[in-house]
């Protein structure tokens, strides 16, 4: 798979993959301190039928690492850059983790014009519990840290120690019996994320809401959770039931027990996908 690069318009090189062909693209976007070879088994099974196009976001893989832009808004404003670089004026996207929290800030700062259908995979609608939200309203929104636990992660992925605290965030992905070399491909590509990219972009990410952009989305969506996550599937029925019309499909543990079902078990994540994106 050839990978090529664009320019965005603060200055930055991204890298992507753009399979080619006839039909509506699909624009993947992956989660923090990852890359775009999660999606290697759906750009390689998916582009048989159709354009798929990942890409490393700033920071990641083999994308230019400055040292300014690690917000979620800039990296919403990156994928602008890219869609408008390859010229579509109508796409399917996907997030998964971080990479929904993109979506979800385009579509508050550009809306959905361009966007045909959207697939959210994995990923509270808010990762940090708040102080001024109840304790119903951290449960329902699928968080994961109280602001105290997010500091101390920072401190610990920016600290001497910080590969083995990348390391340990990942582990807690899984759950169950896990893959060896799935486990050491996931946490080897979390290694191409440098500290001072990772961890203002990680304490941005966490600290967003985006409980009010939900109900505001006015293209087909599909909501993909997983029973061996660390993130709560409630998490997911919850934001499938403020998206109008969305639809809600919750991996069971047998056939994911991870926050990774696309590299798990790519053949029952792409039948999945490919329903939806196909549906008349």
């Given at each position: ?53 990942t890409v490393d976001l700033r920071g990641h893989g083999r ?176 934001i499938a039931e403020r998206i109008p019309g969305a639809e ?33």
């Amino acid at each position: 798979m050839t990978v090529e690069s664009f320019t965005t318009g603060d200055g930055v090189r991204l890298a992507y993959r753009d399979s080619g062909g006839e039909g509506t693209p699909l624009v993947m976007l992956h989660g923090w301190g990852q890359t775009q070879e999660m999606f290697r088994h759906q750009f390689e099974g998916l582009s048989v039928g159709r354009r798929v196009v990942t890409v490393d976001l700033r920071g990641h893989g083999r994308s230019a690492k400055p040292h300014h832009g690690y917000r979620i808004a800039r990296l919403s404003r990156d994928v602008l850059d890219l869609v408008e670089h390859l010229g579509l004026t109508a796409f399917d996207a996907l997030g998964w983790s971080m990479g929904a929290s993109v979506w979800w800030s385009f579509i508050d700062q550009y809306g959905t014009g361009r966007i045909r259908r959207l697939v959210i995979v994995d990923q509270p609608a808010a990762v940090a519990a708040v102080p001024w939200m109840t304790g119903t309203e951290q449960q329902e929104s699928g968080a994961i840290f109280d602001v105290a636990g997010l500091l101390d992660l920072g401190a610990a992925l920016a600290g001497p120690d910080g590969r083995q605290a990348r390391q340990d965030f990942v582990r807690s992905m899984f759950t169950g019996t896990t893959d060896p070399d799935l486990l050491a491909f996931v946490a080897d590509e979390i290694e191409s994320t440098p500290a001072y990219a990772g961890v203002p972009l990680l304490f941005d990410h966490c600290a967003q809401d985006w409980r009010d952009v939900l109900p505001r989305i006015d293209v087909p969506a599909l909501v993909l959770g997983c029973e061996g996550s660390h993130v709560d599937p409630a998490s997911q029925q919850f934001i499938a039931e403020r998206i109008p019309g969305a639809e809600l499909h919750v991996f069971p543990r047998g056939t994911a027990s991870s926050h990774f079902p696309f590299l798990e078990n790519p053949g029952e994540f792409n039948a999945v996908l490919e329903k939806f994106l196909t549906r008349t």
